[in-house]
């Protein structure tokens, strides 16, 4: 049954760009393991793959898909565990998610592609690209994880009542508005099913936590880093560290923008993108 699944293709979404609509595909594909993974498919051209980060799905690109599949093939999967894809006996672990996240890759077809990640996603893309640069023309690090720090913002990462909730998501946005009722309610609904998926990750970084500061230099891929200036879950003095780490990388501070720079401002997250990313 889940083979069949290499060729199903769900309902389709409409994202408006300007006045043009773009097809944003519903797909999804099997791995070794037998895994589904569900993603977003949208435009043609070189491949640009974006992973979200903890807790999260594709959904956190929607507002970025439409205006970057006008340039490339935009292809955003639900991580095992998250949004649409099944949720497998694993760890969760970042080197998990970076191993699943090449049999995906491969399973696409491309033989290399420009990566996008945010927040965890990052640090997934990272590991992904340090262990197959060959695979990786430009890397993009949003607002990552991954590097050492002292202190954590008092939020629960993986919140067991509405009021954690609340005060994670007010965490994520520079604009508090956006957090609304119909917002928390949503998210609790989401964040509920994925609960294990989250402690999973949390609980293997205790052990096993692959962390970036030392492995920066290491990263010989053209890299972009975008960052919200109000960003206080991972603050902006995070994107000055990747920068210096990684030679020849470039850094866009994007104002009015927290944790989610993709979503409070999408125009100026696709414009760097797009300024960053040419056809290989």
């Known amino acids: 049954m889940k083979k069949m699944l290499l060729f199903f293709c769900m309902i389709a979404v409409f994202t408006s760009c300007t006045s043009a609509k773009i097809d944003v595909r519903s797909k999804?594909?099997?791995?070794k393991d037998n895994t589904v993974v569900h993603y977003l498919e949208a435009g043609q051209g070189p491949a640009l793959v974006l992973v979200h980060g903890l807790g999260s799905s594709s959904d956190?690109?929607?507002?970025?898909?439409?205006?970057?599949a006008k340039t490339y093939r935009v292809i955003a999967p639900d991580l095992p565990g998250y949004g649409k894809s099944d949720r497998p006996r694993a760890d969760y672990s970042i080197d998990y998610q970076a191993a699943m996240l090449k049999e995906f890759i491969?399973?696409?077809?491309?033989?290399?592609v420009a990566i996008a990640g945010n927040s965890m996603g990052g640090w997934i893309?990272?590991?992904f690209t340090l262990n197959n640069p060959d695979k990786v023309s430009h890397l993009i690090l949003v607002d990552s994880a991954g590097l050492h720090r002292e202190t954590y913002p008092p939020v629960s990462l993986n919140p067991s009542t509405k009021e954690e909730l609340n005060t994670l998501l007010l965490a994520l946005y520079a604009d508090p508005s956006r957090v609304t009722e119909r917002m928390i309610n949503d998210q609790w609904e989401y964040r509920r099913d994925i609960r294990a998926t989250v402690?999973?990750?949390?609980?293997s970084l205790k052990t096993r936590m692959p962390l970036l500061d030392s492995r920066l230099t290491d990263i010989k891929v053209p890299t972009l880093i975008i960052w919200g200036k109000q960003d206080t879950l991972i603050p902006l003095e995070f994107a000055?560290?990747?920068?210096?780490?990684i030679h020849g990388s470039r850094l866009v501070v994007i104002d009015k923008a927290g944790h989610l720079p993709q979503v409070e401002q999408p125009g100026a997250f696709c414009r760097a993108v797009k300024r960053f990313v040419r056809s290989w």
């Open 199 to 203: 402690q999973a990750t949390l609980d």
């Open 60 to 68: 956190v690109w929607s507002e970025d898909i439409g205006i970057l």
């Open 28 to 31: 999804g594909v099997v791995l």
């Open 240 to 245: 000055g560290q990747f920068a210096k780490g």
């Open 106 to 112: 491969d399973a696409m077809g491309e033989s290399k």
């Open 125 to 127: 893309a990272a590991v």
